[in-house]
């Protein structure tokens, strides 16, 4: 069974070194500080996504038999889904769409913007939640199906990659797909520049912080920013089995403790402690094309096509036969 935000956020703050989970910073003002992130001129990855998106809409949907219900995981304001649904529009009647975020609010709000730009012709459901508590109700559905998962992936620590890519093979068909994106830039200085520019105003900033106050909302608590300095490093790694990564942290500027009141416990910080705002290694994994060769294979998903220009790659995976 999927953990609660609850039971997650406990978990990172009973582990050593404390943490706060990824994925508990995307709540509804989380997922617009991600889309925030997109207009800061530093942060290559969204460009550098969007135009492959538009390569493989161009010359790639020619590899996939129409018609098919498009599922995207982890969907955010579908503005890069859009380039593909347009393309797909052009020769299609109608097409059925089924979108995924962890926040409901979020949903209905992607939900009514894609109905005043398609109408009728997008037939929109929600899949409200984290991954796990999804990837049943896709597999259930019995006809073709292409998953879309843009930026996601890399998103997740080393050790869960797997775990995902597993229940996406499991979840495709002999005639179904999924379109995976993927940063495969190497460049540190643009890398350290589009993830560690720490100024309190910018967005990034504001999504990493989120993570605290979606913990103070969720478990009643009063952990003050103010007393916590934003760092973080890149870490490279070429090894085929491996990947290169950010990590992100709160370092505690004094010794401070917190009430959580909704579980009846307290959190502590000495002073130089780290507060990690990942599970795992680390967010916002690198790849070379070999380690995302090596990946895909090892949980049995067969790459037939992919599309790169030197940062972000789009990969068409199937599941092995």
């Known amino acids: 069974m999927a953990m609660g935000i609850r039971e997650l956020l406990l978990q990172g703050l009973n582990s050593d070194p404390k943490y706060i989970d990824l994925s508990c910073r995307y709540d509804e003002q989380g997922s617009k500080y991600d889309e925030e992130c997109t207009n800061v001129e530093d942060y290559y990855y969204y460009k550098a996504e969007e135009e492959i998106v538009r390569t493989f809409a161009a010359v790639g949907l020619s590899n996939l038999e129409m018609p098919f219900k498009l599922f995207e995981l982890g969907c955010g304001s ?7 649904i347009d393309e797909i529009l052009r020769h299609e009647s109608g097409l059925a769409y089924g979108l995924n975020d962890l926040s409901a609010d979020f949903l209905e709000k992607v939900c009514e913007d894609l109905f005043a730009i398609y109408g009728s012709r997008l037939k929109v459901d929600t899949l409200a939640g984290d991954f796990m508590t999804v990837f049943p109700k896709i597999r259930n559905y019995r006809g073709r199906k292409v998953l879309l998962w843009l930026g996601g992936l890399q998103c997740f620590p ?59 909302r969720e478990l009643k608590s009063n952990i003050d920013l103010s007393k916590f300095e934003l760092e973080g490093r890149y870490v490279e790694n070429k090894d085929v089995s491996s990947a290169s990564y950010i990590q992100v942290w709160l370092r505690s500027l004094v010794e401070q ?32 094309l070999g380690q995302l060769e090596h990946l895909f294979a090892s949980v049995g998903l067969q790459i037939v096509n ?4 030197g940062h972000t790659a789009l990969t068409m995976v199937k599941r092995k036969i």
């Open 158 to 216: 080393l050790n869960i990659q797997p775990k995902l890519l597993l229940n996406i093979a499991s979840t495709l068909q002999e005639n179904d797909a999924c379109l995976i994106s993927s940063d495969i830039t190497q460049d540190r200085e643009k890398i350290e520049k589009a993830y560690m520019d720490f100024d309190d105003s910018k967005p990034n900033s504001k999504l990493y912080k989120n993570g605290v106050h979606v913990l103070n």
């Open 306 to 309: 992919q599309w790169d220009n």
């Open 78 to 84: 579908t503005k890069k889904s859009q380039i593909i």
């Open 257 to 288: 403790s917190y009430v959580l009141e909704n579980v009846g416990k307290t959190v502590a910080f000495g002073k130089g402690e780290k507060l990690l705002l990942y599970g795992g290694n680390g967010m916002s994994h690198k790849y070379t």
